[in-house]
């Protein structure tokens, strides 16, 4: 009594659970606009309560902002009320990573003459020893450098920096 096994059925060419490839696309668009209004001052997207958006997109920027406190101690330290302003600064753009938000932050407190001299120092430091243009990530230097920002100048020199003012 040897019964023949029966062969399995054809496989669909996707698999279970999938979605097909309209409703994938539409889900990405959905989940691009959730985070657009979440991180970079979207529009509230349909479906979604407003109130609790906002709760949310708030709880993101004190995140960035502690984020940033650990990779800028002096301009956090220094700036008076440092979680608003980073939250007045960010609120409405895109992240760009804590190190290079704080650093756009620095440079933009630097530019209307209210960056704290600590923060000044800490500004000068990192230009002296990155490049960065404001929209890639930072690259280290190679040759020496002298910055100024504010009151404070860093010079780099063989891997060192010495910061005055």
Do not use: I
Not at 45 to 51: K, S, T, W
Not at 134 to 163: C, D, I, M, N, T
């Amino acid at each position: 009594m040897n019964a023949a096994v029966p062969d399995p059925p054809p496989r669909p060419d996707r698999r279970m659970g999938e979605p097909a490839p309209d409703a994938r696309a539409e889900l990405a668009a959905r989940q691009a606009e959730l985070v657009a209004a979440l991180v970079a001052g979207g529009t509230v997207p349909a479906g979604f309560d407003a109130d609790d958006l906002g709760v949310a997109r708030r709880a993101l920027l004190r995140k960035r902002s502690g984020e940033v406190r650990r990779v800028w101690p002096l301009l956090a330290g220094s700036c008076p009320d440092f979680a608003a302003t980073f939250a007045q600064w960010a609120d409405g753009r895109v992240p760009a990573g804590a190190l290079r938000d704080g650093w756009d932050l620095a440079r933009e407190l630097a530019t209307a003459g209210t960056l704290p001299p600590p923060a000044a120092a800490e500004l000068a430091a990192r230009e002296a020893t990155a490049r960065y243009d404001g929209e890639s990530a930072p690259r280290r230097r190679r040759l020496p450098a002298v910055r100024r920002v504010g009151g404070a100048v860093a010079v780099q020199a063989f891997g060192r920096v010495r910061v005055s003012g």
